[in-house]
């Protein structure tokens, strides 16, 4: 334990009531509060819906048995924009079953569809090129089609059915294992054969497609076509209009639904696993060089995953960068986020008792949901969900935007964070800080932060010492179980402020030598001990625990701490834990003698080369 000088005097709480009003004056089953708009009824048996990138405004809604209608204005369009129910082989997991626009499709019109029909072999998959009529935006010739690729299905079911063009330009296309039960077949591990598999094909490069030179099985034993395998019935993928990465639902056997996240060559597992769970052999089953999904469910939750899109739109702030996805069997919503430690949070939006088929994007990134029953339905706010400002978290002392550091005092601002009338600290049944103040909660990716003070339009917390060694976290605020919009905030090991009386500048939250507060006609004696009070030093020895009011021994900041007083070095006799308080750096300096007097000193704070905020002062006589 650290020894310090008897002269030091540590101070107690009651002068630090002062400092925690400024503080406060200026300073889960929780979920993104969402709800269910219907934008269009009387639909027969809808997989489907997308905008075309065109500009027009325009849903297009795929429904199974072989027709494409189209939504404009609110209003269902009597005539369909393509029907090839007559060559479409309905019913089961068989139909019209994908719709991808090309992504230059309002100067050329093209698009492509993935669909089953009896062919001269039997069952078969086909993927197929149309074309707009030319002179009417609002209907496809299907006289047009241009067959690019087909597949035998041995059996009605897993035939996948997504296609969708990535970033890259190229088409992706989603196969089944080829159905039945279990994989009888061994298709999806099978690299000789287009069955449970992600495609990747080039359109535009030959003719019916050429093969991207990059493709993982080019040159090498396979089916050039292969993007990914190992999959047993991916029904519906997406990309994140954000950086780029392709999700994919993937549909369980018996027990477990899958989300992956799709890399080039990447091997998924089935039919050697089911989820992370061994299904062929039931036990110490092979897992070298499988990809392992990034989130699964069993059957308490759903029996058929329906895989969603990364939420790019603007309606729901609180939905921003989740990855939203459903069950078909029991309707229910979820949303993953990720940390920043790479792991995903589930959070259940809605159980909408509804047969969810499909989600979709419009051109603007709002997100739409194909109810198999008739309906189409838009995901809107419920009007609940907080607002964070987007400048995220500032430095209680300093007030300063910037890297956030474990044990950090912190304010963000906004509105529908906490209740009108504010709340501030209570301790929990440790004797801690609770994290849950009014209905009001702040979460440091996995981890709820310890709460000073509530309100509608500020909330102020202390970052958990958990966030350790992270580069970056995600922020989100929760009141009254909504969550807020996210922020991601970037970590340092330290984030220091001094804590001022009035809004992080001029003259300091500083205690002289007998407990008054500092001032112009309260100053210093040169050569006199004062207490400053900062916020942001990082982790300390012994480690603290957030919410933990500091006791003996009291925690002393790990990176060293330096104070300038007029420009120059002030001895420092104590820096550690403000005793009574959590979060508040406690330090006692020694005025230098040899400094000018004068109702407005510079004070400069730094821990272990991070600077405290500019324009601090300190009366000294």
């Known amino acids: 334990m650290k020894h310090f000088p008897e002269r030091v005097t540590i101070r107690p709480v009651a002068p630090l009531l002062m400092l925690c009003a400024l503080l406060l004056g200026a300073c889960s089953s929780a979920r993104a509060a969402i709800q269910l708009r219907t934008v269009a009824t009387s639909l027969s048996a809808p997989i489907y819906v997308t905008g075309a990138g065109d500009g027009s405004g325009r849903l297009f809604i795929v429904e199974q048995a072989g027709r494409i209608r189209i939504l404009s204005g609110g209003t269902l369009n009597a005539t369909p924009f393509l029907d090839i129910r007559s060559r479409v082989r309905f019913g089961g997991e068989m ?4 719709l991808a626009f090309h992504p230059r499709y309002g100067e ?10 009896i062919g001269a072999a039997g069952l078969e998959t086909v993927i197929a090129e149309f074309a707009m009529t030319p002179g009417n935006s609002n209907v496809a010739s299907a006289e047009s089609e241009r067959i690019l690729l087909t597949y035998s299905q041995p059996f009605e079911n897993h035939n996948g059915g997504m296609v969708a063009f990535g970033p890259d330009g190229l088409l992706y296309i989603a196969s089944g294992d ?3 039960g279990g994989d009888p077949q061994g298709n999806a591990q099978n690299t000789g054969n287009l069955l449970g598999k992600i495609l990747r094909i080039d359109i535009d490069s030959a003719t019916p497609y050429g093969i991207p030179p990059d493709n993982p099985f080019v040159a090498l034993p396979g089916r050039d ?9 991916p029904w519906r993928f997406s990309f994140d209009r954000m950086g780029g990465r392709l999700f994919a639902g993937d549909v369980g056997q018996g027990a477990f639904e899958e989300i ?6 990447g091997n998924y597992g089935w039919n050697r696993m089911e989820g992370t769970r061994c299904y062929s052999p039931s036990t110490n089953c092979n897992r070298d060089g499988l990809t392992l999904p990034i989130h699964e469910y069993g059957r308490s939750d759903g029996a058929s995953v329906t895989g969603g899109y990364v ?13 939203v996805f459903a069950d078909f069997v029991t309707g229910r919503i979820w949303a993953l986020s990720e940390l920043s430690t790479g792991a995903w949070r589930n959070e259940e939006l809605l159980r909408s008792g509804l047969n969810i088929s499909s989600f979709g994007e419009d051109d603007q990134g709002e997100l739409y949901l194909t109810d198999y029953n008739g309906t189409v339905r838009q995901i809107i706010s419920d009007g609940r969900e907080p607002r964070m400002n987007a400048v995220g978290p500032v430095n209680a002392a300093s007030f300063l ?4 550091a474990p044990g950090e005092i912190i304010t963000l601002f906004g509105s529908g964070l906490g209740p009108a009338q504010g709340l501030g600290a209570q301790l929990d049944g440790q004797g801690r800080i609770s994290r849950l103040v009014a209905e009001s909660r702040i979460w440091f990716d996995e981890f709820a932060a310890p709460l000073f003070y509530t309100q509608s339009d500020q909330v102020n917390a202390q970052v958990p010492y958990g966030i350790e060694g992270r580069a970056r976290v995600m922020v989100q605020t929760e009141y009254q179980n909504a969550l807020s919009n996210l922020f991601t905030a970037n970590l340092a090991a330290a984030a220091p402020g001094l804590f001022t009386l ?6 300091g939250a500083i205690l002289n030598s007998d407990l008054s507060v500092n001032s112009a006609a309260r100053p210093a004696p040169r050569g006199s001990e004062i207490v400053l009070y900062a916020t942001g030093e990082g982790q300390t020895q012994p480690a603290s625990v957030e919410g933990a009011l500091a006791q003996l021994p009291f925690p002393a900041p790990v990176l060293p701490v330096a104070v300038r007083i007029g420009g120059a070095p002030a001895t420092v006799r104590f820096a550690g834990a403000a005793p009574g308080f959590a979060g508040l750096l406690q330090i006692n300096v020694v005025v230098p003698a040899n400094i000018t007097p004068s109702s407005s000193v510079p004070v400069e704070l730094q821990i272990g080369g991070f600077a405290g905020q500019p324009g601090v002062t300190v009366a000294i006589n």
């Open 95 to 98: 139909g019209l079953l994908g």
């Open 108 to 117: 050329n019109g093209r698009f492509f569809v993935n669909y089953t029909r």
């Open 178 to 180: 080829g159905g039945s």
């Open 225 to 233: 076509e292969i993007f990914a395998y190992g999959l047993r019935n």
């Open 260 to 265: 992956d996240i799709i890399v080039k060559g």
């Open 311 to 323: 939420y790019r739109g603007a309606s729901v702030p609180s939905l921003f960068g989740k990855y």
């Open 401 to 404: 935007l910037g890297d956030i």
């Open 502 to 507: 009035t809004e992080g500048r001029g003259p």
